[in-house]
């Protein structure tokens, strides 16, 4: 078996994640107080007890869904033996994930993650003004169709392709009268679904270079090592491990497309045989059975699932 771990991004985040790794394993638990010591307050607290619409800020979601992964996977180290370097060939993270995936296999600290993704979410909260950017998910389309639709669409306005997600879903994101006409061209040409996301900003498309530029300076300060096995680059969907590499990736990830679905290729191409989504939810497990039905999937996130992972481990399965 060849093994990819896999990183949640946005959207997976539920207040009490990660609360009974925390409770039940000492090395979870220590992700946790070193997110706290980083950022200098108690996300932990925020992310055990809520409230959701708090959890949900940008600033706050990305490294709470990172420190949930990370705590998970110290959970898998501690109970299982497992070790990235011996037990996966590669890492990959959709969007915030791909932080989550470089912190996982050694390339940035936790606390230096924690850090870039607090400047992040605030980068891009702060990029475009509340209510003047949306993003809508066109569902039953593929990415060369809502190119064309986006492309139709923006008149002049920002209206990119954010998410190729795979099994026919892809996100497009920019101005908002852009995004609406969007949706529009889309139900007028029969695509199955088209709706508007409850997002608080444009994610992924040209009206974040503010934020690109933010990252930019952030990474620049912010020492990145070779990962201990290759990530999968949502800009590229190909493996990366130079230092230089990832934070050029990083910055232009910002205003780019996450090429999920062409990243799950080609890790399935490249021999992949099972993928392990670490972290809250079970969001990737979906979306990689529609990308990749030959590939297992199994999402590791609690104490029972670290426990059946283990025993699984344990009977070389």
Same mark, same amino acid.
């Given at each position: 078996m060849t093994r990819a771990l896999v990183f949640p991004g946005q959207g997976s985040q539920a207040v009490g994640m990660g609360r009974a790794l925390a409770e039940a394993f000492p090395s979870a638990r220590a992700v946790f107080e070193e997110v706290d010591e980083a950022l200098g307050e108690k996300l932990s607290a925020l992310i055990f007890e809520g409230p959701m619409e708090t959890l949900t800020l940008t600033a706050n979601a990305q490294p709470a869904l990172m420190a949930t992964s990370l705590a998970a996977l110290r959970a898998l180290e501690a109970q299982a033996g497992f070790a990235i370097a011996r037990d996966a060939a590669y890492v990959a993270g959709h969007s915030l994930g791909e932080y989550s995936a470089l912190a996982a296999a050694g390339a940035i600290s936790i606390a230096d993650t924690a850090r870039l993704l607090r400047i992040r979410g605030e980068a891009m909260q702060d990029a475009v003004p509340v209510g003047t950017g949306a993003m809508a998910a066109l569902i039953g389309v593929e990415r060369e169709d809502a190119a064309a639709i986006a492309a139709e669409a923006a008149e002049g306005d920002v209206c990119d392709v954010a998410n190729d997600n795979g099994g026919g879903q892809v996100v497009v994101s920019g101005a908002k009268a852009a995004v609406e006409r969007a949706i529009a061209i889309a139900q007028a040409r029969g695509v199955k679904r088209a709706v508007l996301l409850p997002v608080s900003a444009p994610f992924h498309c040209?009206?974040? /270079?503010?934020? $690109?530029? /933010?990252?930019r300076a952030a990474l620049a300060q912010v020492s990145v090592r070779a990962p201990a096995v290759p990530v999968i680059a949502n800009v590229t969907a190909g493996p990366i491990v130079d230092p230089d590499a990832i %934070? $050029?990736?990083?910055?232009?990830?910002? !205003?780019?497309t996450v090429r999920w679905r062409e990243s799950v290729a080609a890790m399935a191409d490249l021999g992949v045989t099972a993928m392990v989504e670490v972290g809250a939810g079970k969001v990737l497990c979906g979306l990689i059975r529609r990308? *990749?039905?030959?590939? /297992? !999937? %199994? *999402?590791?996130? !609690?104490?029972?699932?670290? *426990? $059946?992972?283990a025993a699984d481990e344990g009977k070389g399965a």
């Open positions: 040209a009206l974040m /270079a503010p934020a $690109a530029e /933010a990252m %934070r $050029a990736r990083l910055v232009e990830q910002v !205003t780019g990308i *990749a039905p030959g590939v /297992a !999937t %199994r *999402a590791v996130g !609690t104490p029972e699932d670290v *426990a $059946a992972f």
